[in-house]
């Protein structure tokens, strides 16, 4: 496809390209704030008020081509005229971290600013002149956030709103499904391995049901967590991620006080078994003060009670 340069541009098509490119990075920007509304809430903000201001200019521009050139403005775009970089999609650049970005930004600035005082030697009609000289400044401006966008994030107030964002985003997509497979492995398998030890008297038996038990509750817990919520609207991250989490931790959970059982001699097997246990149920109330503010001695209680009657059904059906 044949490009043409800079030089062959007419008034017209200068302020028809400049609406395009406005509009271009109006959406980028836009994408930015996507990428960071998560994790960075503050900085998204910033690129949503960069999103709103380029469609002001894109408007400002509009507005001068009806004035001065009337209602049909040429469709010609970045990728038509010669000397333009070519940008890669922004949805093919993951993941979009601030590094990232400043540079996406530091780019696409320069490039446009550059545009504009070029395109003010071309044109000849002054408020025309005015209107490009006032969104090169504009460019500069964000040209300038972008270069000190790191150490923005940095600034005390910012930090600390990014810093409690992040917090929450951690909780909702791994503590909260982290905890429920540890509770689950740690309590529910209770039970049958203990059930087994006292039935049978060996520890091989109770590690196999130990083991079956453990391996089958993550598998289990792994897809009721992944298909229980796809993370749009609740903002707890993606089901596979949520899903391998909670049954990584329901494994270990259940994993942890079966493998003393691999010692053959039964009552060193059960107390070592007991120990980790209590030391399981002490995590899992911690973890749940730390990070749900539940209080210290409520959680300890709750999970204590819990694990102990499930214990004590284990032993009660394994001496039946």
Do not use: C
Not at 52 to 73: P, V, W, Y
Not at 277 to 282: D, G, Y
Request: overall charge neutral; aromatic content about 8%; proline content about 3%.
């Amino acid at each position: 496809m044949a490009k043409k340069s800079f030089g062959e541009l007419s008034e017209s098509e200068i302020l028809a390209l400049a609406i395009q490119l406005e509009e271009e990075d109006s959406r980028i920007y836009g994408e930015f704030a996507e990428a960071l509304r998560a994790t960075f809430p503050s900085t998204a903000k910033v690129f949503d008020e960069m999103q709103a201001e380029e469609l002001r200019h894109r408007q400002s521009l509009i507005d001068m081509h009806k004035q001065r050139f009337g209602d049909h403005i040429p469709l010609i775009r970045r990728q038509d005229v010669k000397g333009f970089v070519e940008r890669r999609p922004v949805w093919l650049v993951r993941p979009l971290g601030i590094k990232t970005i400043r540079k996406q930004v530091e780019i696409m600035e320069s490039e446009t600013q550059r545009y504009y005082e070029r395109a003010m030697q071309r044109v000849t009609d002054p408020s025309i002149r005015k209107l490009l000289g006032d969104l090169a400044g504009a460019e500069r401006q964000h040209y300038n956030f972008a270069a000190t966008l790191e150490e923005r994030l940095l600034a005390p107030g910012a930090r600390a709103e990014e810093e409690r964002a992040r917090r929450q985003l951690f909780m909702l997509q791994i503590i909260q499904p982290g905890l429920a497979g540890m509770i689950d492995g740690s309590i529910s398998t209770l039970a049958p391995i203990f059930a087994a030890a006292f039935a049978t008297h060996k520890t091989w038996d109770a590690f196999l049901v130990g083991l079956a038990a453990s391996i089958g509750a993550g598998i289990s817990m792994s897809f009721s967590e992944a298909l229980s919520d796809d993370g749009s609207l609740t903002g707890r991250g993606r089901p596979l991620v949520r899903g391998s989490v909670t049954g990584l931790m329901t494994a270990a959970g259940g994993l942890g006080h079966t493998l003393p059982f691999l010692i053959a001699n039964f009552h060193v097997a059960f107390t070592i078994a007991v120990i980790i246990v209590a030391i399981e149920l002490a995590v899992i109330s911690y973890v749940r003060h730390r990070y749900m503010d539940t209080p210290l001695l409520s959680s300890t209680l709750q999970v204590a009670v819990g694990g102990a009657l499930v214990f004590a059904v284990g032993i009660l059906i394994g001496i039946s």
